[in-house]
């Protein structure tokens, strides 16, 4: 006797969930996109389902599409994060032109503090000016 093996069905509040923590969002944050309380988008995320009219307005505020979300898995996303990973390695990208600084932080640095003592010492001219007066 065969038996057949049903593949478990996606569980979109799930994957709701993680999308939404992957994104470093609250379910507050998400309940306030969706103009809805805290307790309905716990609800949406423990359902195995989820009306489409709702997966549509929940994947526009996480910034992803319907399909993204019914597609995600969490494999996908570090072989994606791996390979991009890899990739940048390999081309050179990493330090270089993916992250190009094209000034010196430090010399910001210096220049706000510069601008900030300028500032303060504009302030104690005026103010001994004033008790001159007096």
Same mark, same amino acid.
């Given at each position: 006797?065969?038996?057949?093996?049903? %593949?478990?069905?996606?569980?979109?509040?799930?994957?709701? %969930?993680?999308?939404?923590?992957?994104?470093?969002?609250?379910? #507050?944050?998400?309940?306030?996109?969706?103009?809805?309380?805290?307790?309905?988008?716990?609800?949406?995320?423990?359902? #195995?389902?989820?009306? #489409?009219?709702?997966?549509?307005?929940?994947?526009?505020?996480?910034?992803?599409? %319907?399909?993204?979300?019914?597609?995600?898995?969490?494999?996908?996303v570090f072989t994606?994060?791996?390979?991009?990973?890899?990739?940048?390695?390999?081309?050179?990208?990493?330090?270089? %032109?993916?992250?190009?600084c094209t000034f010196?932080?430090?010399?910001?640095?210096?220049?706000?503090?510069?601008?900030?003592?300028?500032?303060?010492?504009?302030?104690?001219?005026?103010?001994?000016?004033?008790?001159?007066?007096?």
């Amino acid at each position: 006797m065969e038996t057949a093996t049903k %593949s478990p069905r996606p569980h979109i509040g799930r994957k709701i %969930s993680r999308i939404r923590e992957l994104r470093g969002m609250k379910q #507050e944050t998400l309940a306030y996109e969706l103009g809805i309380t805290q307790q309905a988008v716990s609800k949406i995320e423990q359902s #195995e389902t989820v009306e #489409e009219e709702t997966l549509d307005r929940v994947a526009k505020a996480l910034g992803v599409t %319907s399909n993204a979300i019914e597609n995600f898995s969490e494999e996908g996303v570090f072989t994606y994060f791996n390979n991009f990973s890899d990739n940048a390695i390999n081309n050179g990208t990493v330090g270089s %032109s993916l992250h190009n600084c094209t000034f010196n932080p430090l010399d910001k640095v210096v220049e706000l503090y510069e601008r900030l003592l300028a500032s303060e010492k504009e302030k104690v001219t005026l103010l001994e000016k004033l008790l001159k007066k007096e």
